[in-house]
């Protein structure tokens, strides 16, 4: 396996991790749609969450949030209409974004709630 994949599963197990520790309740996690992928879906206080890890080796030539294109948002939000009817959630959604920076043998983790909005046709 690449280095780049190496530091993205480590950003996915890390941002899970995050995520655990703060009361969520991890669903799915590279849960596949057609050819569309979603990193990590969980559930808290009643929201489904769908949370979009973006990870880095370093902040010095993109932060990884900026990462999230609105094409990708168009593919996530695609994705998560498929995760709702295939598992027939009623209730409300959020996406968020978790951007993960090895930082010496800890991480560095933001978590932008509310990250984005389903963008409307």
């Known amino acids: 396996m690449s280095a780049h994949n190496d530091i993205g ?3 996915e197990e890390r941002a899970q991790a995050y995520l655990r ?3 969520y309740k991890i669903r799915h996690t590279n849960w596949h749609a057609q050819k569309f992928e979603l ?14 890890v973006k ?3 370093t902040e010095n030539f993109e932060h990884p949030e900026d990462a999230v ?3 990708k948002i168009r593919n996530i939000v695609q994705a998560a209409q498929e995760y709702i009817f295939q598992n027939n959630w009623e209730g409300e959604t959020r996406f968020d ?8 043998q800890t991480f560095h983790i933001e978590h932008i709630e509310d990250a984005f909005l389903p963008p409307i046709n």
């Open 9 to 11: 599963n480590a950003g």
């Open 21 to 23: 520790e703060k009361g």
């Open 39 to 52: 990193d990590i879906v969980a559930e808290k206080d009643g929201l489904l969450i769908i949370v979009e």
């Open 55 to 57: 990870t880095r080796s």
């Open 69 to 71: 294109t609105p094409k």
């Open 97 to 104: 974004i978790i951007s993960v920076i090895p930082s010496g």
